[in-house]
Protein backbone atom coordinates (compact mmCIF):
# COMPACT_ATOMS: atom_id res chain seq x y z
CA UNK A 1 0.00 0.00 0.00
CA UNK A 2 1.36 3.61 -1.11
CA UNK A 3 1.76 6.29 0.91
CA UNK A 4 -0.53 6.21 3.88
CA UNK A 5 -1.31 8.12 7.10
CA UNK A 6 -2.42 7.80 10.54
CA UNK A 7 -5.63 9.01 11.81
CA UNK A 8 -4.28 11.70 13.50
CA UNK A 9 -2.59 12.77 10.01
CA UNK A 10 -5.79 12.22 7.93
CA UNK A 11 -7.75 14.97 10.70
CA UNK A 12 -4.97 16.90 9.97
CA UNK A 13 -5.55 17.13 6.32
CA UNK A 14 -9.09 17.01 5.85
CA UNK A 15 -10.29 19.90 8.49
CA UNK A 16 -12.26 16.91 10.92
CA UNK A 17 -11.40 16.02 14.36
CA UNK A 18 -10.49 12.46 14.84
CA UNK A 19 -13.75 11.97 17.00
CA UNK A 20 -15.31 12.78 14.26
CA UNK A 21 -13.43 10.47 12.02
CA UNK A 22 -14.28 7.81 14.41
CA UNK A 23 -17.96 8.81 14.69
CA UNK A 24 -18.87 8.98 11.11
CA UNK A 25 -16.95 5.44 10.65
CA UNK A 26 -18.70 3.95 12.91
CA UNK A 27 -22.55 5.20 11.88
CA UNK A 28 -21.63 4.53 8.47
CA UNK A 29 -21.17 7.93 6.95
CA UNK A 30 -17.48 7.09 5.90
CA UNK A 31 -17.07 3.77 4.44
CA UNK A 32 -14.21 1.78 6.84
CA UNK A 33 -10.60 2.01 6.05
CA UNK A 34 -7.98 -0.62 6.20
CA UNK A 35 -5.89 -1.14 9.08
CA UNK A 36 -2.51 -2.47 10.32
CA UNK A 37 -1.12 -5.41 11.84
CA UNK A 38 -1.68 -3.60 15.35
CA UNK A 39 -5.03 -1.99 14.21
CA UNK A 40 -4.11 1.47 13.45
CA UNK A 41 -6.20 3.29 10.85
CA UNK A 42 -4.26 3.83 7.46
CA UNK A 43 -6.10 6.63 4.91
CA UNK A 44 -4.62 7.28 1.64
CA UNK A 45 -4.79 10.49 -0.29
CA UNK A 46 -8.42 9.11 -1.81
CA UNK A 47 -10.06 8.21 1.84
CA UNK A 48 -8.31 12.06 2.50
CA UNK A 49 -10.37 13.67 -0.62
CA UNK A 50 -13.66 11.86 0.92
CA UNK A 51 -12.81 12.84 4.39
CA UNK A 52 -12.55 16.84 2.56
CA UNK A 53 -16.23 16.50 1.09
CA UNK A 54 -17.94 15.08 4.20
CA UNK A 55 -16.12 17.93 6.08
CA UNK A 56 -17.75 20.53 3.39
CA UNK A 57 -21.19 18.60 4.02
CA UNK A 58 -20.91 19.04 7.27
CA UNK A 59 -19.91 22.48 7.46
CA UNK A 60 -23.38 22.81 5.00
CA UNK A 61 -25.41 21.84 8.13
CA UNK A 62 -26.64 18.29 6.18
CA UNK A 63 -27.69 15.62 8.26
CA UNK A 64 -25.49 12.47 8.91
CA UNK A 65 -28.20 10.32 6.95
CA UNK A 66 -27.99 12.74 4.07
CA UNK A 67 -24.19 12.55 4.05
CA UNK A 68 -24.09 9.07 4.10
CA UNK A 69 -25.66 9.04 0.87
CA UNK A 70 -23.98 11.76 -0.38
CA UNK A 71 -20.79 9.86 0.05
CA UNK A 72 -21.69 6.74 -1.29
CA UNK A 73 -22.59 8.68 -4.46
CA UNK A 74 -19.47 10.37 -4.58
CA UNK A 75 -17.76 7.14 -4.66
CA UNK A 76 -19.79 4.92 -6.79
CA UNK A 77 -22.29 7.89 -8.67
CA UNK A 78 -22.08 9.96 -11.75
CA UNK A 79 -21.89 13.76 -11.83
CA UNK A 80 -25.93 13.50 -12.88
CA UNK A 81 -26.43 11.38 -9.72
CA UNK A 82 -24.39 13.77 -7.00
CA UNK A 83 -26.25 16.64 -8.69
CA UNK A 84 -29.91 15.30 -8.15
CA UNK A 85 -28.81 14.23 -4.77
CA UNK A 86 -27.28 17.85 -4.21
CA UNK A 87 -30.29 19.58 -5.02
CA UNK A 88 -32.48 17.45 -2.81
CA UNK A 89 -30.60 17.15 0.34
CA UNK A 90 -29.91 21.34 -0.11
CA UNK A 91 -33.48 21.71 -0.63
CA UNK A 92 -34.48 19.64 2.76
CA UNK A 93 -31.68 22.03 4.33
CA UNK A 94 -32.89 24.89 3.22
CA UNK A 95 -36.53 24.41 4.59
CA UNK A 96 -34.96 23.49 7.82
CA UNK A 97 -32.83 26.60 7.89
CA UNK A 98 -36.04 28.79 6.73
CA UNK A 99 -38.03 26.94 9.52
CA UNK A 100 -35.06 27.81 12.47
CA UNK A 101 -34.71 31.04 11.47
CA UNK A 102 -38.86 31.71 12.05
CA UNK A 103 -38.39 29.95 15.03
CA UNK A 104 -35.53 32.52 16.16
CA UNK A 105 -37.27 34.68 15.12
CA UNK A 106 -40.28 34.18 17.26
CA UNK A 107 -38.20 33.21 19.99
CA UNK A 108 -36.72 36.82 19.91
CA UNK A 109 -39.53 38.75 19.35
CA UNK A 110 -40.80 36.99 22.91
CA UNK A 111 -37.77 37.54 24.71
CA UNK A 112 -37.72 41.05 23.89
CA UNK A 113 -41.77 42.01 25.07
CA UNK A 114 -40.78 39.75 28.28
CA UNK A 115 -37.79 42.36 28.50
CA UNK A 116 -39.78 45.24 27.70
CA UNK A 117 -42.29 44.22 30.25
CA UNK A 118 -39.86 42.27 33.35
CA UNK A 119 -37.26 45.56 32.82
CA UNK A 120 -40.67 48.05 33.90
CA UNK A 121 -41.48 45.80 36.87
CA UNK A 122 -40.74 47.88 39.90
CA UNK A 123 -39.12 44.66 41.97
CA UNK A 124 -39.64 44.12 45.71
CA UNK A 125 -38.73 41.73 48.59
CA UNK A 126 -41.38 39.55 47.76
CA UNK A 127 -41.07 35.89 46.64
CA UNK A 128 -41.41 34.54 43.04
CA UNK A 129 -43.09 31.97 43.50
CA UNK A 130 -46.11 30.87 45.73
CA UNK A 131 -49.75 31.30 45.03
CA UNK A 132 -49.43 34.93 44.47
CA UNK A 133 -46.16 34.90 42.01
CA UNK A 134 -44.23 37.95 41.87
CA UNK A 135 -45.12 40.01 38.16
CA UNK A 136 -42.08 39.34 37.07
CA UNK A 137 -43.16 34.98 36.93
CA UNK A 138 -46.34 36.16 35.74
CA UNK A 139 -45.06 38.12 32.66
CA UNK A 140 -43.19 35.38 31.43
CA UNK A 141 -45.99 32.57 32.09
CA UNK A 142 -48.66 34.84 30.53
CA UNK A 143 -45.69 35.82 27.21
CA UNK A 144 -45.40 32.04 27.33
CA UNK A 145 -49.04 31.43 27.34
CA UNK A 146 -50.10 33.58 24.65
CA UNK A 147 -46.92 32.28 22.50
CA UNK A 148 -48.53 28.62 22.77
CA UNK A 149 -51.91 29.63 21.54
CA UNK A 150 -50.38 31.67 18.62
CA UNK A 151 -47.95 28.68 17.70
CA UNK A 152 -51.34 26.21 18.08
CA UNK A 153 -53.33 28.89 15.35
CA UNK A 154 -50.21 28.37 12.87
CA UNK A 155 -49.74 24.71 12.79
Given at each position: MGDTMTIKGAADASGLSTDTIRYYERTGVLPPVSRTMNGYRRYTDPHIETLRF???????????GQMANLIRVFHDGTCRDMRDALVACAHEALARVV?????????????RAVLDKVESIAANGQPSSGLSPCACVVAVEHKAACSARQSRRTQ
Open positions: ARSLRDLGLPVTQRQDLERAERQL
